[in-house]
């Protein structure tokens, strides 16, 4: 799923990208060494939760969060790092990305060091979020992110739930929606995400299963 060198996620504001990413950088580091995980949301940065940061590095993947993170700073600003990585064409690196336009705008700065052929940028879309609830609103906002980044988005995950009230049904309309947008702009589905022990709620869908581990907290 994940064969490109630089692997980026962006998605709306708790749709689950972040946990997307998180497991993507396990997923990766099962195969191939040299892997970073860069946290470019310097509105929302995820690292303000440790616990994530800490079991990555237990694994030995580096982890690049914006300066100031886990601070009371209100807008923590990326660190240079961050484009040092990209560009060490050893590395294999994970962006997450900032929710919305805006946060794409940031990765942007970088799209001349990100080549074609090199980088996935999954589009995660829940469907139980503001903004992807329908197809019309879906590729407005999937436009908005391709115009800010200066990227093109490459593949789709459909990670609609809510928690531990997610039933199969809940799963199979997020995934319709995501075969509409799929038909619509011919990007091809990466996956249908459910929660580790929530297998069952994806059977026989048809599509392929990425499986999270949770390991980003909830700040409340």
Do not use: W
């Amino acid at each position: 799923m994940f064969e490109k060198r630089i692997n980026i996620f962006v998605g709306h504001y708790g749709s689950g990208k972040s946990e997307i990413a998180v497991n993507a950088a396990f997923n990766i580091r099962q195969e191939r060494e040299n892997v970073v995980l860069a946290d470019m949301d310097i509105v929302n940065p995820f690292f303000r939760s440790l616990d994530a940061k800490k079991m990555l590095e237990s694994m030995g993947i580096g982890v690049l969060a914006p300066l100031f993170a886990n601070t009371n700073v209100d807008v923590p600003a990326l660190i240079p790092e961050i484009a040092a990585a990209i560009k060490n064409r050893e590395n294999n690196v994970i962006l997450d990305v900032g929710g919305d336009d805006d946060g794409a705008r940031v990765l942007g700065r970088y799209h001349k060091d990100i080549l074609d052929g090199e980088y996935d940028l999954f589009f995660v879309i829940n469907r139980a979020r503001p903004l992807t609830g329908d197809l019309e609103d879906t590729l407005q906002y999937m436009e908005a992110i391709q115009e800010a980044s200066r990227l093109k988005v490459t593949r789709l995950i459909s990670n609609t739930h809510y928690l531990d009230q997610t039933s199969p049904e809940d799963v199979a309309y997020g995934l319709d929606l995501s075969r509409q947008v799929s038909e619509k702009t011919g990007v091809p589905i990466a996956a249908v995400c459910v929660m580790e022990g929530m297998e069952h709620l994806a059977k026989d869908l048809g599509a392929p299963l990425f499986v999270l581990r949770k390991n980003i907290k909830l700040p409340f």
